[in-house]
């Protein structure tokens, strides 16, 4: 077409021939004639891009506030078992103060000669060449409600246990459960009916019906 062989042509002037000069226009410093506006040197007016507004990062900290920020520790002592094992040495710290300010305060009270409730025992005063009296509690439990004839004798020491112990009489054995306020029958006499298990003091009217109970099962004392 006719616009086609125009552009030709303008091509082929433009394009400068072996041997000859270059035109103006051929460096970088001079536009070419056909260039747009804002590259012509004889415009008017000098068009500038508008200045980029400087923006403050509020994000960023300072190197001091770095610094006293905290950092990431993966030592032992910032884990949740230490408290953990801090709280279980003071509780069981605590506990043990309890159970010898139990200890102590039962120690001191005087023993009453007059029945505290229905079925109560009622502790009889030590005569000169008998046994050591029987102990009044153990390792924090009160024994006010166990018999007499069932408590500890000596040295508590020598029980493993922390909420019972076992008294013996020749082949028989008897544990005091504190905890439960009930007795187990560990092992019978010969002759005795048994059997070997837990006697609960919820099942009869009174402690001493139930220790009348473990003594016909076992044979305690008997």
């Known amino acids: ?26 460096s970088m410093k001079t536009p070419p004639p056909n260039a747009p506006a804002w590259m012509r040197a004889d415009r008017a007016t000098e068009i500038t891009p508008p200045p980029v507004p400087h923006v403050d990062n509020k994000g960023t900290k300072n190197k001091t506030d770095r610094k006293k920020s905290g950092k990431a520790s993966f030592s032992r002592k910032n884990k949740r078992p230490a408290s953990i094992a801090e709280f279980n040495k003071a509780y069981k710290k605590a506990k043990a103060a309890q159970a010898n300010e139990a200890s102590a305060g039962s120690d001191s009270e005087p023993e009453s000669t007059e029945p505290s409730g229905e079925g109560a025992l009622v502790p009889r005063e030590a005569a000169e060449g008998d046994a050591p009296a029987p102990a009044a509690s153990f390792k924090g439990y009160s024994l006010d409600w166990v018999p007499i004839e069932a408590r500890p004798q000596g040295d508590i020491s020598k029980h493993r246990g922390q909420h019972s112990y076992t008294v013996v009489d020749a082949d028989c054995k008897v544990e005091v459960l504190l905890r439960l306020r009930a007795f187990y029958v560990k092992k019978c006499k010969a002759g005795f009916p048994g059997p070997i298990g837990q006697v609960n003091t919820k099942k009869f009217s009174s402690v001493e019906e139930t220790w009348n109970a473990v003594k016909t099962r076992s044979g305690f004392l008997s």
Request: charged share 25%.
């Open 1 to 26: 077409s006719t616009s086609y062989a125009t552009d030709v042509e303008q091509i082929e002037a433009e394009t400068p021939k072996a041997g000859s000069a270059p035109k103006e226009y051929s």
